[in-house]
Antibody, heavy 117, light 110 residues
Framework: EVKVVESGGGLVQPGESLRLSCAASGLTFNTYWMHWVRQVPGGGLEWVSRITSDGGDTKYADSVKGRFTISRDNAKNMLYLQMNSLRADDTAVYYC??????????WGQGTLVTVSS | QSVLTQPPSVSGTPGQRVTISCAGS????????VYWFRQLPGTAPKLLIY???QRPSGVPDRFSGSKSDTSASLAISGLRPDDEAHYYC???????????FGGGTKLTVL
């Protein structure tokens, strides 16, 4: 069974940084593209970023471009999201997901990031 | 504001058939596959339909998807109370090089 588990969320102040992690199991990790998606509590889904299987190509939503960096360690079956210059509107539940076609397919349970002073 | 447009809410009674629409453009729905997700309260989204009209293993055939030009639809037949959830469409957008989600539709079973 494919499983992804996010960690690293928490409360940070505006302008600070945070790194999210995602541990994947039950799949040949180094053959799958991966995504990060976020959801404001009570709101809709917003795609954040995507990385190819070898980490050679990444894409970002305009709202996070230049502030967030997606990366992966295929030897450890881990996906990461480095978030810098965090703002109040980055507050959301962040989901890690395995690619299916061209979109997030199998999702984790999410980790909450709260940006507040 | 989402580039994929869904109705905010739909409703139906048990046993009925309901449809949820997803309107896009040539850069997304028109030239790429559409996917549908269901999100129950307090849980992560779950893939319901992939590549316009295919169901992952375990998804009942009460759920079906279709696409025509720049619009797609999710149909749910034999409505059940536990179908109450939020439903989202998604597609890749060639112009934005990004995944787009619809704004979501809340299904209420009356």
């Amino acid at each position: 069974e494919v499983k992804v588990v996010e960690s690293g969320g928490g409360l940070v102040q505006p302008g600070e940084s945070l790194r999210l992690s995602c541990a994947a199991s039950g799949l040949t990790f180094n053959t799958y593209w991966m995504h990060w998606v976020r959801q404001v509590p009570g709101g809709g889904l917003e795609w954040v970023s995507r990385i190819t299987s070898d980490g050679g190509d990444t894409k970002y939503a305009d709202s996070v471009k230049g502030r967030f960096t997606i990366s992966r360690d295929n030897a450890k079956n881990m996906l990461y999201l480095q978030m810098n210059s965090l703002r109040a509107d980055d507050t959301a539940v962040y989901y890690c997901a395995v690619n299916w076609g061209m979109v997030p397919g199998t999702w984790g349970q999410g980790t909450l990031v709260t940006v507040s002073s | 504001q989402s580039v994929l447009t869904q109705p905010p809410s739909v409703s139906g009674t048990p046993g009925q058939r309901v449809t949820i629409s997803c309107a896009g453009s040539t850069s997304n729905v028109g030239n790429n596959y559409v996917y549908w997700f269901r999100q129950l309260p307090g849980t992560a989204p779950k893939l319901l339909i992939y590549t316009n009209n295919q169901r992952p293993s375990g998804v009942p055939d009460r759920f079906s998807g279709s696409k025509s030009d720049t619009s797609a639809s999710l149909a749910i037949s034999g409505l059940r109370p536990d179908d109450e959830a939020h439903y989202y469409c998604a597609s890749w957008d060639d112009s934005l090089s990004a995944v787009l989600f619809g704004g979501g539709t809340k299904l209420t079973v009356l």
